[in-house]
Each structure stands twice: as C-alpha cells, then as structure tokens.
C-alpha cells in the first residue's frame, strides 16, 4: 500500500487550499474506513492524503443557541460520552456508542462517517430526524445542506470535489421530545446495522404526539426517512397499537437489499420491528422515562 | 514520496522517513521491530494491533503510521516497566488468560485502556471493553477474570 | 474429584506471550528474505488453457515465478493422493494455488501474482453435495480411479468415503416402535478461525531446507515437504515458534513446500503470511458441510429401538484427512445412547469447494447438533421431557455400542446429571428463555509419540518433545508429569518441543492427543531418569534404591528425613561422566475389541478409545419478533477421565463452548452457486466476542479409563465444542416451537423457523 503525498494543513483553511490545489485528494480523520478499504482490496489510496485528524477546533461538542454543534472530528467515543448529547439528542447517544468496537469509537469521527455515506452507518438516521445540517466549505466559501441532501447514493455523497465537511449543526428538539435509534445486531460487539431506525418523538401537552420523525438505517442506497410512518403518528396517542401502526408504515422507505447480512425479506420484516422499538423508546423518553444509551442495549436480543 | 516524522514508542524517539501509505502496524513490527502487536485480520475486526496513541486503544492495521507522528504510542511490548510485569500482565498469567497468545497483546492494550478510563469496572464494562479483541481460545472467561483480577489489585 | 495435579502451573511460555516479545512464523525475518504471495484460481471449476507468467515475471523486484511444472509432478494426500502442490490442468475450488511469486516486497509479489495471466475454460461447477452424488453430476476429478489410496477408503466417484454401521434390524424394530420420527438437517461450512493466519518462512543451507512454520503437525509437514519435493526427510527441518492457535485448521501439510521451492529457486528466504480472506479460502482444512436424514423409533417409556441415518458430507475439491470423516459422523449419528437396532450410511462428496478436513472434533459439532435436536423431537413425540429421555438410554458401563463395543467404566449419565443439575433445569424462566440440553462423545486417539528428558548439571531439566503446543498447554502441561516422577517442580523443567529435528516423532497438535500419547512418553522418560537418579542416591546415602524415595527435590531415604541428598547434587555429580538422560515412547494403550462385522469404509473408528462424555446444558434467551439468541448461561460437565492439568482443562472447556455457540447461532460460510465463499473476512463470518460469552460452570465427572492415557486420562481438547450447538438449538426449539434444521441457527433462521418462512 504506497502512496504519493501525505498533506498535514495546520489550519482549516491551509486544509481547503491544499484540496483545491490537489484535484482527487482525499482526506483522512480517522482512517478507519479509508485504510480498511484499501486493506481489503475495495479501493486504492489516494495518490494526495489531506490528514486532518490533528487540526485544532474541529471536535468540540457544544450548544450554540439551542443548536448543537459538532466538529467534524468529534469521534464516536466523545459523543457517546457528551452529557449534552444524551441529554437532549440522545438518539446520536445510542448510534455513537455502538458503532464497530471501542477502537473504533475512539478514532471514527463523525465527519468522516458521513462522508462514507454507507447506507449502514449507524449515526446517520439520528441526524436524519434531527433535521441536522451540515457544513460544508472548500477555497471559495461556505454552504450548508440538510443532512439527508448530503448521501447520493452508498458510498457517495453531494460534495463537490474540493468541499470538507467541517460541523454538523443539529437543531434542539422541542420541548416534551425524546429520540432514540435502535439497530438490529447480531452480537454485542464489532457489529453494523443489518437494519435501523431513528425515531425523534414530539409530545402535546395533551400527551398526544405533535410531531414524530422516523428514519431507517440500511433498506435503501442512502439513509431515509419514513413519511408514511411519521404522518401516522402525528396526532395519535403513542399507544403500543398507535406506534405499532405506524411502524409497519416504513415500508413505503425501505427497499432493502439481499445480502451476507440478511436477505431482502427479513429486513422488510426487521425494519418494520426495530422502528417499532425506536418510536416506543423515543416516546418513552419523551414522557420522561430514563431509557439508558444505547437504546439497542436495552431492547434487542442481544441485551 | 516519503516523509519525515518521528515515532514515540514507549518511550523512544524513533525518527523515520515513511511513504503516506504505510500503517502504523507495519511500521511498529517492520522498522522498528515491535512485533508484539499481531496483525490477524484486513477488516479491523480482531484487535490483535491493537495499540495505545496518546492513551486511547487503536487498530494499528489501520492507522497511518504518519498520523501518529509525534505522538505517544504504547505497544504491549511497553507495559511491563524494569523488568517488571504490569499489573495486567501478571493478572493474565496468573488466571490462565494466556492460551495461544495471539491475541493477547491486543487484549492487554484494550485492558489497559479500559482501566485507565475505568479503574472499577464491572464484568460487562470489562466484556464490551474487550469486545473489538478477538480469541479463539479461551473463551473469554479467564481474560475477564485478569482484568477483573488487576483491577482489584491496582485498587486493594 | 481427585486429580492428579492441583498445584497452580503458570505455563512456561506465559511470560513470552504478554510480554509480546514471543515470535510467531510472522514474525521471523532474515537477511534477504523475499516475500511470497500466490495466484489463486479464481473459479471453482475449470480447465487451465495455458499460463503466461511473461508480464509478471517483467515487474521490477520479481525473482521467480514457480507453477506446476516447476516442481516435481507428484500427487500427495493422506488417504487418497488427489492432489498437487500447484494446480495441474484443472482448478477445482477458488484458493487453488495456480502459480507461487517470490519478490523483494509483500506488495510486488501481490502485484506480480495478479499480472499472471491464466486463460481458462470454465467448467460446471458442483457446489450441492446432493447434486454431486446424484446420478449423471459433473465429476470434480474425472480421473478419480486412477489416484492411488488407502486400501480401506470406499470409492465412487464424487464419492471420495463411504462408511456404513449395521447393527441388528432396523426396519423391523422401526416397524415395531411406538412412534417413528424423521427429520432433516443441513450445516453449513464453517472453520477453526485461529487468530494467527498461517505463516512460513523457508531458509535453505546446502540441499537441506529448514521451513518455520505456524503448523499444528510439524512431522507432517516434513513428510509433505519431502514426498512433494522428493527429497530425503532428513534434508527437511521443521521448527514451530509460537503458534497462534489452530483448532484443526492447521493441521496437515499446507505450504511449506510451496515455500520451500521459492526458496530453493531464488537461493533467498522466501516468507509467506496469509492474509485473513486467504485463510478462510485457501487451506484445506475447514469444517465441512453436512446433511444428516435421521429417522428413530421409541417406545412409549422412552426406549430407543432404532436408528437409521444418512449422511452426506462435504469433501470440498480434494481428500485431506477427510475421508475418515463419513465413519465418524457416523458413530456421531448413533450418539452416546444404547440403541439395538442401527444402519447409518455416511458418504463424503467432492464439491468444488475449499476442502475439508479436521477442525475441532471433526463431523461432530454438526452432527451432534442434528442428533441432539432429533433426540428432543422424539421426546416430544411420545411426551416425554427430553432430560428424561437421554437419562433413560445414554451409555453406561458394560453396554455395547453400535459397533459392538463394551464400555468400560465411564461417566456419561453423571455428565448429564451434573450438567442439569448445575444449570437449574425445570426452574422457572422468562417466557423468551429456556434450557437446552445436549449430550455426546468422542474419542482419544492413542498412537506414537517420543519425548527425552534430561537432567542439567545444575540441577534443572529439559524435557525435549516431539509434541506440538497450539495454544491449549498441552506441551506446557508436560513438566507437571515429569516433576511428580522425579520429585521435583514443574518450573524446574523447559521445554525444547517444535523441532523435527531435536524432539521423536509425534502425531501432532491434533485429536486432543497431546497429554494422552506424549504425557505417556515424558513419563516413561523420567522414570529411565529417576532410575538413574536411584542409583547415584544409593551410592550418597548408602542405601538401596528400593528404600530411596524422591521428593521435595531430594532423594532421600524413606523414613529417615534426614538422611537426604539434594537431586542437583546428584545432577552436579553426574555431570561429564554421566548422562541423566531418559528416553520415551510407549506403547500406546490398547484398544478395546469390537465386532463391527457389519460395517463398511472401517477407517479405525469403529472403536471408541477411551472415550469422552459430554453434557452441555444452555439458557438462551430468543428474540421471537427477530430471531436474534443470546446464551446467557452455560454449564458442561465432562468426562474426560482424570484431570492432569485443572487451570488447562478448563480454559478448554471454556474455549470450546464458546466456539460451539458461534458454531450454533452465526459462524457459517455462504457459498454461491459459483462455488465462491462470499463472506471470507471477520466482519461478516462472525465469532463470539468477549461481550458475548456467557458464564460457564464446569463440572468434571472422574471416570479413569483402562484405555485412557496417563493416569487415565482422556482427551480433553476436541469434545467441548461437541454438544453445545445441539444444546442451544434444542433451547431456541423450546422458546420459539419451531425447530430451525439449518446450520448455524442465524437470526434470519430462527425468524423463518419460528414465523413459518422459507429461507
């Protein structure tokens, strides 16, 4: 595995500069996609390696406004940990701590699983329901786009070349909200999604939801959001039948994928029960009730 | 093209010159010569590189070696201070935590991490902090009992 | 619960292995070492055109490029000599071994191995052993009749071993039965996953070659090396450093002729290490797929009357140790039970897949986890609790097999009585919990093995074994027998093991036989020391030797203290005109007599040496709405004769059952019809982590044999992964209602099982 160039910018900016100069240069945070990959034989190295993992004031975790705001090179492991993300978008909580193994988590940022833009990764749907917005900036400006306008496809996203993602911005939830994301595991550890479900749930005074989000995780080419399930809910009590109900309306999002992993008719079935899970978690954070992160820990078989 | 950087490697300065590709597993065990972190896999699924930058546990099959440069890296090969067995080491020893040993110094480097972050851990705090460290051997049973075991005498 | 050794014993190779600064093949460098890589076949099935090397052999850093007609044209197998160390004119699973590449970097080799250009004329390719055997199918080795092989192997084309078990009459006594219960099971392929991909690095000095390889069988691979290369044994040197485990998967000849050659051709040493998608493709020994018919009849009161079975297993492309597999499925298909009336009929079928061969009890995780299931089934059919059905037929003392052997003493219903009795079975759980319970057994494996034990002039000890260390601590294990003889401490004794040419011949890291056949020979080694010890006490303290005991590091006088010389006084007045030198073999012990008349394809496990009893009992808890299990707890109980080694005993039950539940719930590998494995890597072919194995509760049940090994031991390393795939199956059936018949028992099975879907 040789390459040509390793770039080590000091600044954002010196970063951006280099990446408009070296057309195909690739960045590397973590490495833990970008490296395996190549070790696998599913890509080679890029020839210019943009190393961004030590550049200062991109892993902050902090409230600005009522937004939270993370750095891109936020890892896993300090996301899990953060008080403020359990607090109130506790969702990205329960997808942060069980992706991969602990080593993993301690390098894997966040910037760079959502530029992997796998239709598996574990913290998508939660940003998804969030409404999270990402910013993107390259030599000539800055932009920011929804989340879910960031994935074009497995593996590929909307950024041009040159363009970095440096802050995920996540809108607060409103008051009386609870979220949760559920994935289904096949072990309690090294594992990926086989399918998963965020669900942000938003409670009227009158206990009756007044906004609901759902988002699933690996039944289509990008991370996506379920309208039919989250319209089903809006306006009812979340019951057990209410929530069940509107579980088994993802189906109009998912069109899941025969693989090693599980054939297209389980996860058509799976998706329907761990969104289940997920909108019966977040409902119960949002009446208040303390469900430990993660929430797959809590619910699956393999708690 | 290669680089210029330095390596920190329990506690030696190692100044190299390395192509951007390189990881940091073949760096440790070919340059340097710390062949105590195994390499058992292409995915990042076994842990047996598994090695200790700035105190936190990493997959050193895939690290670059030039990201580490200049920072602090512990091998399993720097537990054991003046001839003396770390704690963890002993503790693995002593309960039959050693079968093959392939797996071992990953396990060590993932133990290590743990109870620097968490010198009380409970058994399942040990058993998910041990969860990215594949063993065919043992079953597990007798490294959670090391670690458990370490983790008394460090505090006792 | 006696046991011979209760002292605690840190294995001598301990402090090299968390240190790190123990080396593996891997590890090993040296001056002008080249690096090697090979070209696989990239098909299942077909018929090589023609190999152009041109383009390859061009790349700057490229010394040689070796294919089949670069070494000797030789055919090797240990039963049927199928097989040749690089393809010759057809390729018959996708890690065939095409062409070898030796360069100056691992990554030009892997360049230079993907310039080589093949042109190949693909072929049907038979991935279903079914379809192999079915009338007309495409045969993988056309010239299958011309191979030679051993006199006992029952051949038929895609059939590479037939083997029957015939005992009484079966469609009589299942006419006669109360309820008959038929079902089918299939298990995937699955492998030994040691954590350490395989390694070797070869080095030749004259026209002598020594090869330091990560394998479980150095004098087999000496032997591989030599009948492959034709060159005399003596010319061929195997030196094992650490291995990183090998549970089979290592077991036999593998590359190190391969490696060998490239070395021998480019006069450098050449250095080969898989990566971990090379391990799971190329080496032929994973553990292979069956499919077990089964059909049993039972009286009401829970008497077994008959049992027939038809099992066909997966040979893969070529005949490694398998072909011993079909008898020993078979005698796994009949089980731990008195059943009168048998007929198993097993046969092993070529696929074009990786080949199979030993891993871990070979044929019995797989068939137990079918037989076990089966047994359930029957109790339910007559109503019965299926504790109580396996309390009513399993083996005691003085029953005969279905090969007519008469059991000596043994433990088998104190396993299954323990095994309940530590788990809890019939209190009361969760509704999505239950208790499974599976029992089995199997073999030791006596044979030849040496071993010489010396005293140093300071008093310390060697002990130099033929024996192979694969992690279990069976070698390890050696310096508490050798001590107890002698009157001394372990610690006082190394080992010199891994070395062809220092230790005697030995069968290898294989079928738990360690401790059995090489304990018996380190003893016999240290009682020529002791005896010679005696001797150079009766002339210090003046006494007869007959009233000379050795204990506590002395040899004293028995009743007077005092009257006591220490053994490394001895040792140091021995030095230069004497040698306290002891050598070992032994006969391995007998076996017991069998009629086994009524058999066919008898490859010697008509006979059950010694045999192991196992209990497992599981609680597992299912996740009905997706199928998703956890064991939660497990308790075995063994009977594996007199414990000699407490600390290494248990880390192999514990390493077993935790290999079982992977084996159980999710390590399977999936094979295209093209005959390509498509998940080789540990992402997706996936074992148990540390977070996922539950507590295990031992129960060692005593039952020394007279066939047993030292002391009276029996094996311990293979039967702890036997029952527990049955046993958990047996829990998810309980929990769910619904049997799942394929192997492993996968979230998505469990699903379909219990919501009535195919899959």
Known sequence: MSTGTYLQPASVDEALTLLAEHGGAALVAGGTDLVVGTRQGKRTLPETLVAIHRL??????????GTLAIGALATHDAIERSELVRSRWTALADASAIVGSPATRHVGTLGGNLANASPAMETGAPLAVFGAEVELRSSSGARSVAVADLWAGPGRTTAAPGEMITSVRVPAPADGSGSAYVRLEYRRSMEIAVVGAAALVTLGGDG??????????????????????EQALRGSRPTDDAIAAAAAAVHDAASPISDVRGSDAYRKAMVEVIARRAIGIAARRAAGEAVPVPATMTVGGTR | MSHACTLNVNGMSYPLQLDAGRTLLTVLRGELGLTGAKEGCDDSECGACMVLVDGRPVNSCSYLALQADGREITTVEGLAKNGELHPLQAAFLDEGGVQCGFCTPGMLISAEALLRQNPKPSEDEVRLALGGNLCRCTGYQKIAKAVLAAAQGATA | MATAAQTKFIRPDGKDKVTGLGRYTADLTMTGMLHACFRYADHAHARIRSIDTAKARALPGVFCILTQDDVP????????????????????Y???????????????????????????????????????????????????????????????????????????DVDAALAAADAVVKERYVADMSHAVPIEPHAALAQWQG????????????????????????IPESHVRIIVPHLGGGFGGKCEFHYEAHVAALARATGRPVRLVFSRSEEFIAPDHRREGQVIELETGVMKDGTLVARRGRLILDNGAYSADAPFFPQLAAMHAVGPYRIPNVSVDASLAYTNTTPSG?????????????????????????????????????????????TNQVLEPIGAAETLERAVELIGYGKDLPEDEAIGVGCGWWPSFGGPSGAFVKL??????????????????????????VAEELGMRPEDFSILAQDTDAGGWDAGASGSQTTFNNGRAVIEAAREVRAQLLELAEEELEASREDIELVEGTARVKGSPTKSVPITKLAETAQGDRLLLGKGSGSPPPSPEVDASGCTGRLGLETFAAPTFITHAVRVRVDRETGVCRV???????????????VGAEGQVEGGVVMGIGMAMLEGSIVGEDGRQRNPHLLDYKLQTAADAPPISIAFVDAPSPYGGPKGSKGTGEPPCVPTPGAVGNAIAQVTGARVHRLPMTPERVWAASHGVDA
């Open chain 3, 632 to 646: 939660l707890e497990v308790a075995a109980s063994h009977d594996c004769g007199v414990i000699l080694n407490p």
């Open chain 3, 358 to 402: 030993s891993v871990r009890a070979p044929t019995a995780p797989q068939a137990c986890w079918a037989v076990e299931q089966h047994m359930d089934s029957v109790a339910a059919a007559i109503g019965m609790d299926p504790v109580e059905l396996r309390r009513r037929n399993i083996l005691k003392e003085g029953d005969t097999t279905a």
């Open chain 1, 208 to 229: 009756a939801v007044a906004d609901a989000r759902v988002a699933l995780t690996a039944v289509a080419p990008t991370i996506v959001r379920s309208s039919a399930a």
């Open chain 3, 73 to 92: 044209d030789v055919r090797y197998g240990p039963f049927v000599e199928d097989r040749t160390l690089f393809a010759r004119d057809v390729v018959r």
């Open chain 3, 94 to 168: 996708e890690g065939e071994v095409v062409a070898g590449v030796a360069a100056t970097t691992p990554e030009i080799a892997r360049e230079a191995a993907a310039l080589i250009e093949v042109d190949y004329e693909p072929l049907p390719v038979v991935s279903d052993v079914e379809a192999a055997l079915a009338e007309g199918a495409t045969l993988v080795h056309d010239g299958w009749s011309g191979y030679s092989a051993s006199d006992e192997v029952v051949r038929d084309g895609n059939d590479a071993s037939r083997s029957t078990i015939v005992k009484g």
């Open chain 1, 56 to 65: 200062p004031g991109l892993d902050g975790i902090a409230e600005d406004g």
């Open chain 3, 207 to 230: 026209d002598k070659v020594t090869v330091w390889s990560s394998t479980q069988v150095p004098y087999i691979a000496r032997s591989g090396v030599a009948t492959t290369l034709q």
């Open chain 3, 456 to 481: 140093n002039g300071d008093g310390s000890g060697t002990i130099i074994t033929g024996a192979q260390e694969c992690g279990t601590g069976a070698v390890m294990a050696l310096p508490i027998l």
